[in-house]
């Protein structure tokens, strides 16, 4: 299994860009990444998925290098809605099934005023 | 509204009882997963199901069990609870491993 690993808290003011970056040395050629989201006494909340590159949404940039073995989840002006926990996950994308997935002690990002 | 629910929100258990966590989803996803999330360990992955039929044993399936006899099921039975399986359950789906995860709402469980 890939393990990942993050920073365990981040700190920030709102409208800055804050990245945070996943270590994942031992990626396979089959896997993917994901970044979850998630707030207190909620289940985490799907935010990106990229395999090489850089992948772009509403929301947020995955920076991927050319090795695979980090990525950098990046969030533009950040608001105090922010606040949560963020989670690199890497496992294959279709049919590798779920024994290939991992996710990290995540990171826990808090953005002030 | 579409999404997975959990069943119960909360329980507080004797040590040593017999305990079934509920997960139904109505989005007709292939895959089903239960997590365990604990303060400093983040989320770990107790079993999961591809398909309904088939079931796999995650990073910590000791003391857990689970069955997949239909799509929108997917329950985890504790045979006899020990205080360290308090914790905090998710359960979630996807239409595809790896494809995005939806989780439920979590069922917090104390084992006494």
């Known amino acids: 299994l890939a393990k990942t690993t993050q920073p365990i808290s981040m700190d920030s003011y709102e409208g800055q860009e804050v990245n945070i970056t996943c270590s994942h040395n031992n990626i396979a050629t089959n896997d993917y990444i994901t970044w979850y989201q998630q707030f207190p006494s909620q289940g985490p909340r799907f935010i990106i998925q990229g395999y090489k590159t850089k992948v772009t949404n509403e929301v947020a940039s995955l920076f991927i290098p050319a090795d695979r073995k980090s990525s950098t989840l990046s969030l533009p002006r950040v608001s105090l809605s922010d606040t949560a926990v963020y989670y690199c996950l890497v496992g294959p994308r279709r049919g590798g099934g779920a024994d290939g997935l991992t996710f990290g002690k995540g990171t826990h990002l808090i953005i002030q005023p | 509204i579409a999404g997975i629910t959990q069943a119960p929100t909360s329980q507080i258990l004797a040590a040593g009882r017999r305990m079934t966590l509920r997960c139904t989803q109505d989005?007709?996803?292939?895959?089903m997963y239960w997590y365990r999330q604990d303060l400093g360990l983040g989320l770990r992955l107790i079993h999961y199901?591809?398909?309904?039929?088939?079931?796999g044993k995650g990073e910590v399936p000791d003391g857990y069990s689970v069955s997949r006899a239909n799509t929108d099921d997917f329950p985890l039975t504790l045979a006899s609870a020990v205080p360290s399986q308090t914790s905090v359950y998710f359960c979630?789906?996807?239409?595809?491993?790896?494809?995005?995860?939806?989780f439920g709402p979590g069922t917090r469980l104390t084992v006494l």
């Open positions: 979630a789906s996807s239409d595809e491993p790896t494809d995005e995860q939806f």
């Open positions: 989005m007709r996803h292939n895959a």
């Open positions: 199901s591809n398909t309904a039929g088939t079931t």
